[in-house]
């Protein structure tokens, strides 16, 4: 019986990491490619949606820019004097040099004899349509851009050139009255959709296509559809589907296939075009990127990945035939070093000073790994310990939030019950029950406006509408909000206004918001007999970099700012819970905070009204002294 003898080191290494890295290389290399394919798809669709946005907001912002070029040319002198055809023309030559590219033809017909006073295009013949306006009171205000009609002519026969076919003709109509309120004279612009080209292969512009809302293609890449209805196309199914999704307000991308089997990419959006007046018309943006296009850039990605799992396999046989004898024996050192670290508690240094450099930087790498490792554990402890607090804030939440909502549930059913079941004496003990009853509904809406406050405002769902607010009379209200509870602990407010203070513009809703919740905070937290202090002024920018607050970006010093200021008298807030204000849900333990209900939302809701307004909150406190928190806001003045 013979003995086979092992296979040397080498033979093995060769042909075990063949039979395992070529599999695996090829494996990796389509994943990635699918995951790199996959990603570039994805962006792709992302950009042409944004894409489309952009020329939805172009083709809307060219027409509003045209309506209003005409409004200003129908109320020139020469037009609404009647002025010759020899100076109507060349004011339609002047009209024309200040019109957009997208311009293409300018006319003025009269309206009695619907003849053509001057055009820059010929004899075109345009139809009147003056029934579509009426007559004006003499020495009247003038037209207004919605009063310019919108209309779309229809596309002119396929030619051999027919790049002038892809996009559809509009024609803009605007009335020109005499001084006497008379329809004179009717002011045509023939002009087309602004079209963005796709740019290069890599671009993610895409071609432009425009589809109305009762399925009329407008513009589209291929000239031979314009004028034709989604109905008409072998994919009008799936356009119709995308017209009604953009009319419901969607935003997205999606894939077309055109009858050779060709693979497009469109993002969509919808714009809502005004034809006159009040009348309104949606058009469907699209922006169309041929599936070659997106996929430019992998061709490279695929060589280049073709090339790695080459130079692997290369690498991997040469490093087997030429280095397999010296890699034994250091190998072995190391992989001893590796167990002694599974099996041992205390980490020592990995062996070094081998004879082949790279084993050294394996030991070194080796070295680095144990430390990073502890160093992992460590940040995973942290993080497990940052969880278990996380939970335990979400059910103090949850708790605290179940507490304040139940509370004044209960006294409103228990109100309502009193005075249903006839429990009442007299007709003014019933009012004093649904009084009681009302006072909890009320405090119980502000707690479900603040929790909803706070999730409009982190989903980015908050809009401030400025509008001019005079800063005492919002001082006032909302010292006259607090002034019932400051009189029930004979609390003291007094009321500090710069009297050089401007009118200045400010969502007043959140204003009164934020503003209130720093007065009932330091009504709520001042002990009887105590006074609170409303404070407004200027401050720059220099004064509120020193502050402390919990928004630490840089201030420009020369910034000025208003500056609302609320001071108390309470117990102050201890240095060691400070950093505890601003955030959701929390309350700083103390004997008037234990007893005071609230869900420790004011605060936190403040401090992001007041970064919506372009400002912060800054605070100041002292145990035994009481607290002073300022909001300041950017000052934009109002004339």
């Known amino acids: 019986m013979g003995f086979s003898h092992p296979a040397s080191f080498r033979r093995i290494l060769l042909s075990r990491i063949l ?9 990796g290399e389509y994943v990635v490619y699918r995951k790199v394919r996959s990603g570039v798809l994805e962006t792709t669709r992302y950009h042409l949606a944004q894409s489309a946005a952009r020329k939805a907001e172009a083709i809307h912002t060219n027409l509003n820019l045209l309506r209003a070029n005409l409004v200003a040319s129908s109320q020139a002198y020469s037009l609404v004097a009647g002025q010759p055809p020899q100076i109507a023309q060349t004011f339609a030559r002047q009209v024309e040099w200040w019109l957009p590219n997208t311009a293409q033809c300018l006319q003025i017909t009269d309206v009695a004899t619907g003849g053509t006073v001057a055009s820059n295009c010929g004899n075109l013949a345009i139809a009147p349509q003056a029934d579509r306006f009426r007559p004006r009171s003499p020495n009247g205000t003038g037209i207004t851009p919605a009063d310019v009609l919108l209309s ?51 671009s993610f ?68 075009i005004a034809l006159q007046g009040a009348e309104t018309q949606t058009w469907v943006v699209l922006s169309l990127a041929p599936m070659s296009n997106a996929l430019y850039d992998l061709q490279a990605i695929r060589t280049a990945l073709v090339v790695l799992t080459m130079g692997l396999v290369g690498a991997s046989v040469l490093v087997t035939v ?8 250091p190998l072995e050192t190391l992989g001893n070093y590796a167990r002694d670290i599974c099996d041992r508690l205390v980490i020592q240094p990995a062996p070094s000073n081998f004879k082949v450099k790279e084993l050294n930087q394996l030991a070194e790498a080796l070295n680095k790994m144990v430390v990073s490792l502890e160093e992992q554990a460590n940040e995973l402890e942290t993080a497990w310990q940052q969880a278990v607090a996380a939970s335990q804030l979400k059910s103090n939440f949850l708790a605290t939030t179940s507490h304040e909502l139940r509370t004044p549930l209960n006294a409103i059913i228990g109100c309502v019950r009193l005075v249903k079941d006839g429990c009442c004496d007299d007709w003014d003990e019933a009012m004093e029950f649904l009084q009681q009853a009302d006072d909890a509904a009320l405090h119980l809406l502000k707690i479900i406006n603040d929790l909803l406050d706070m999730a409009k405002i982190e989903a980015g769902r908050v809009e401030i509408n400025p509008q001019p607010v005079s800063v005492l009379e919002l001082c006032q209200q909302c010292m006259a909000m607090v002034q019932p ?3 029930s602990k004979h609390i003291a407010l007094t009321l500090t206004v710069d009297p050089t203070l401007p009118t200045i513009a400010l969502d007043e809703l959140r204003a009164h918001q934020m503003l209130i919740n720093l007065l009932a905070n330091a009504v709520k937290f001042t002990p009887q007999q105590g006074k609170v202090e409303l404070k407004a002024w200027q401050g ?11 928004d630490q970006s840089p201030i420009n010093p020369t910034t000025v700012y208003l500056c609302l200021e609320v001071t108390d008298s ?40 007041a970064e919506l307004h372009g400002g912060t909150v800054s605070f100041e406190s002292q145990v035994g002294q009481g607290s002073t928190f300022r909001i300041w806001i950017p000052l934009a003045t109002t004339e």
Do not use: C
């Open 19 to 27: 039979l395992l890295t070529i599999p695996v290389l090829l494996l």
């Open 152 to 202: 779309v002519v229809p596309p002119p026969p396929l030619t051999g050139d027919s790049s002038d076919r892809r996009s559809a003709t509009l024609m803009l109509t605007a009335p020109v009255y005499s001084a006497a309120g008379e329809l004179t004279h009717l002011l045509h612009l023939h002009t087309t959709i602004p079209l963005q080209e796709a740019g290069d292969r890599s």
């Open 205 to 272: 512009q895409g071609y432009t296509a425009v589809i109305r809302q009762d399925g009329l293609i407008l513009a589209h890449v291929k000239p031979q559809v314009v004028g034709q209805t989604i109905a008409q196309q072998p994919n009008g199914p799936i356009l119709t589907a995308v017209v009604e999704s953009a009319i419901a307000g969607r935003q997205d991308a999606l894939h077309l296939f055109e009858e050779n089997q060709s693979e497009w990419i469109a993002g969509y959006t919808a714009v809502s």
């Open 322 to 329: 030429f280095v397999a004898r010296e890699l034994a024996t």
């Open 485 to 487: 509870s400051a009189d």
């Open 540 to 550: 720059r920018g220099a004064q509120l970099a020193q502050e402390q607050r919990p």
């Open 570 to 609: 309470g117990l102050g807030i201890p240095l060691e819970r400070q950093h505890l204000l601003f955030r959701p849900f929390q309350q700083i333990e103390s004997p008037l905070v234990q007893a005071a209900e609230g869900t420790g939302l004011g605060l936190a809701l403040t401090k992001l009204l």
